[in-house]
């Protein structure tokens, strides 16, 4: 299971729930909703929004991902070109500023992967927080956990697309981060070293 693949369907549901739904985490399948109608149907339409969004939409530099000696990171095949299609998308730049999808490598092996989307500063702080089970649950096609690791309130996905791969999210300041790896406790150090190494 590669993060990358899935990454226009994680935002396009996330964005469309949001708007559909009144920001409250569905109980019931993923969404089916796709953010590829126009803006008004995304967050930027609804009242909780204090300003219009600035439409615009980046591939983030590797430098906004925290630390993480010794894994590395790796640029997978078309990370980078499926973030500037997927900002194109005007529901999706209404929502998010930009993003980043990278795997971890240990050894030249990929151990896992992380995605971060930044905010557009359109989007009340207070509403952040409800993308991520969203989101989560777009990922891993399963309804996720609410948890917290240390500190931090997080959604918990195991067993994502049927497979061994868990998936674990959380907004922090402006972004929401997703991290997956193989299964629970692997998962766990993970995002728990990433809260670490950026200050979470």
Not at 46 to 70: D, K, R, Y
Not at 96 to 104: A, C, H, N, P, Y
Not at 143 to 162: E, F, I, K, S, Y
Request: some cysteine; proline content about 8%; hydrophobic content about 40%.
């Amino acid at each position: 299971m590669r993060a990358r693949r899935t990454v226009p369907a994680l935002v396009a549901t996330a964005v469309a729930a949001f708007a559909v739904g009144g920001c409250s985490t569905p109980s019931g399948p993923t969404p089916t909703a796709s953010a590829t109608g126009p803006a008004s149907r995304g967050p930027v339409a609804s009242s909780q929004t204090a300003s219009a969004s600035t439409g615009t939409f980046a591939v983030l530099p590797e430098s906004v991902l925290a630390p993480m000696t010794p894994l590395g990171y790796t640029d997978p095949a078309g990370a980078d070109a499926g973030m500037v299609a997927q900002g194109a998308n005007p529901a999706v730049s209404a929502v998010f500023s930009g993003g980043i999808s990278r795997e971890f490598t240990y050894q030249g092996t990929t151990v896992g992967g992380v995605e971060l989307y930044r905010f557009d500063p359109s989007v009340p702080a207070d509403s952040r927080a409800r993308f991520v089970p969203l989101m989560v649950q777009s990922f891993a096609k399963v309804t996720p956990t609410a948890t917290t690791l240390g500190t931090t309130p997080v959604q918990v996905a195991d067993g994502a697309r049927g497979t061994a791969v868990t998936a674990i999210g959380w907004t922090k300041g402006d972004d929401v981060v997703l991290v997956w790896a193989q299964g629970v406790p692997a998962t766990q150090q993970i995002a728990q070293e990433y809260l670490a190494q950026s200050g979470g």
